[in-house]
């Protein structure tokens, strides 16, 4: 079974700049996670859709992070524009439905440094 | 609020000297907590699911056990392979939301 796919792997940017991230989940699975993990911290969720519709993006930063799965299937993030605080690993993660708690597969995540 | 907390921090033992991670939990009923390990790099690697106080999962040398507040990941005779952040999730009944505490930085030293 193929895992989850992210791209790119590494990212570099400068503060103002914008960036995009890709993932396609494991086929079939309906929900889809983006999660933020700075440094030394645990993942913070910031964007969950359930098929092509969001669920919750209650800590996404609206002003500059806009994601979209079209679809149902593929996902991408943006960033427009980035601030010093986003340097961190971007993972996405999928999960497939059943009566009780699926546990999450994630991909290996993109690391973005802005400077 | 759905709150996820896990000690120490960071813990550094010797080969074969065997602990335990902490996770506590705040949940409006919980439907999962969960196990992953995450090495530099790479992206989280399931390990357990627990679902009700009492239920107790296995694999090597680590045992997860579950109450109604807390959960452990017992490591039992440890070897630096083992060295990797290990990260506790919980799922509530009312959604799929997955709230992930900040994680146990486990080295082993050989």
């Known amino acids: 079974e193929a895992g989850v796919a992210q791209s790119p792997r590494y990212k570099i940017i400068e503060k103002r700049q914008s960036v995009a991230f890709w993932c396609n989940p494991i086929s079939g699975h309906a929900t889809l996670y983006w999660y933020q993990q700075i440094l030394g911290q645990g993942p913070k969720l910031l964007i969950q859709f359930q098929n092509n519709g969001v669920v919750d993006d209650s800590q996404l930063p609206k002003d500059r992070f806009s994601a979209e799965r079209l679809k149902g299937v593929d996902s991408t993030l943006k960033i427009q524009p980035a601030k010093l605080e986003d340097s961190a690993v971007y993972l996405c993660?999928?999960?497939?439905?059943?009566?009780?708690?699926?546990?999450?597969?994630f991909g290996s995540g993109t690391q973005l440094s802005v400077l | 609020e759905d709150q996820v907390t896990q000690s120490p921090e960071a813990l550094r033992l010797q080969e074969g000297e065997s602990s335990s991670l902490n996770c506590s939990y705040t949940v409006s009923g919980l439907r999962g907590l969960f196990w992953y390990r995450q090495d530099p790099g790479k992206g989280p690697e399931f390990l357990f699911t627990l679902y009700s106080a009492g239920e107790e999962k296995e694999k090597e040398r680590l045992k997860a056990t579950l109450t109604k507040k807390e959960s452990f990941l017992h490591i039992t005779a440890p070897k630096p392979e083992d060295s990797a952040t290990y990260l506790c999730?919980?799922?509530?009944?009312?959604?799929?939301?997955?709230?992930f505490g900040t994680g146990t930085s486990l080295t082993v030293i050989p």
């Open positions: 993660a999928s999960r497939s439905q059943g009566v009780w708690a699926e546990k999450l597969f």
């Open positions: 999730a919980v799922t509530p009944n009312t959604g799929n939301q997955f709230y």
